[in-house]
């Protein structure tokens, strides 16, 4: 059974900053690419960032381009989201994404609306002004 478990969120003053973890088990990491995704009360679900099977591509939204580094440690199974110069706007449930294709997590970072394989149940980032 596939399991994607987010952590770290938590509230945070404006300016500060948190570290995600998304780990993934049940299944072969190294398989998969990965993505953040968030969404804001009221809001439509929103793609913050995506990484390569092997780390060394990464993919930004503009929103978070500069504040935010996405990595990953497949020996670990896990996906890291350092957010720093954290803004108010940035409060919303953060959820991890596993898909076996980049090209699909690429398109939903950008807003498509595509069916990824796995999703966590979120971790909560809030941040205060």
């Known amino acids: 059974q596939v399991q994607v478990v987010e952590s770290g969120g938590g509230l945070v003053q404006a300016g500060g900053s948190l570290r995600l973890s998304c780990t993934a088990s049940?299944?072969?990491?190294?398989?998969?690419?990965m993505g953040w995704f968030r969404q804001a009360p009221g809001k439509e679900r929103e793609g913050v960032s995506g990484?390569?099977?092997?780390?060394?591509?990464?993919y930004y939204s503009d929103s978070v381009k500069g504040r935010f580094t996405i990595s990953r440690d497949n020996a670990k199974n896990t996906v890291y989201l350092q957010m720093t110069s954290l803004k108010p706007e940035d409060t919303a449930m953060y959820y991890c994404?596993?898909?076996?294709?980049?090209?699909?997590?690429?398109?939903?970072?950008?807003?498509?609306?595509?069916?990824?394989?796995?999703w966590g149940q979120g971790t909560q980032v809030t941040v205060s002004s």
């Open positions: 990484i390569y099977w092997s780390g060394d591509i990464t």
């Open positions: 049940g299944l072969t990491f190294d398989d998969y690419v």
């Open positions: 994404a596993a898909d076996t294709q980049w090209a699909a997590m690429i398109r939903a970072v950008r807003g498509d609306d595509l069916p990824l394989d796995y």
